[in-house]
């Protein structure tokens, strides 16, 4: 939640656990996808920041970033119960 008020852009580029379909691929971390986690956690036992592997992220932009980053072209790889954003192009943005 901290993360989210210092207005970092993260989103969700891999999962690894259950309850992390191929829907969470590429999906912004804000405070609905933290109740969501935090709803996965009561019911599936996963760590709500991703330490234990359940998920990786990528942050496209926060405050100490000079431009931020904008994903041009991305793929899903999904095998079974885990998933990659296969990201295959980016560009970088003056913010505004």
Do not use: H
Not at 10 to 34: F, H, M, Q
Request: hydrophobic share 35%.
């Amino acid at each position: 939640r901290e993360m989210v008020k210092a207005r970092f852009r993260t989103v969700i580029v891999a999962v690894a656990a259950e309850g992390l379909g191929r829907e969470w691929l590429g999906r912004k971390i804000d405070i609905d996808c933290i109740e969501e986690l935090e709803r996965l956690r009561e019911k599936y036992g996963i760590n709500i920041s991703g330490e234990g592997g359940e998920y990786e992220t990528l942050v496209l932009d926060c405050p100490v970033y000079g431009k931020k980053l904008s994903i041009e072209d991305a793929e899903e790889e999904w095998d079974g119960g885990r998933g990659v954003l296969d990201i295959k192009s980016v560009r970088m943005e003056s913010k505004q």
